[in-house]
């Protein structure tokens, strides 16, 4: 018997309208390690800090090895900025920070 696998809805702000169905608890699980490390305050961390921040809370069983993070991080933070949960300073390279 196969596991049915639970999804939720992941929008992205450059591509507006364009909804994809993705596993809930892979996303739930970046979501929260983006939470624990994306700062509240601009200036922010650069997407490689986050990425070095984010690695070691995601749960093995789901990323094992970190197999998959780099999308996983790329999705839900295109995501969150595209709910207002985070924002994107314009400088270069690119600084995340919560709202």
Known sequence: ???TIERVEMLSISS???VVRVDKAKYDA???ALHAVVPQQAPGLTVAEVKTGVL???PDDLFPGGAKAG???KGV???L???GV???ENVKPLRLHRI
């Open 81 to 83: 900025e595209a709910r």
């Open 16 to 18: 507006p309208g364009h």
């Open 71 to 73: 999308w996983w991080l």
């Open 86 to 88: 985070i924002a994107r």
């Open 77 to 79: 933070q295109l995501d």
């Open 30 to 32: 970046m979501k929260a």
């Open 56 to 58: 070691p809370r995601l």
């Open 1 to 3: 018997m196969t596991k």
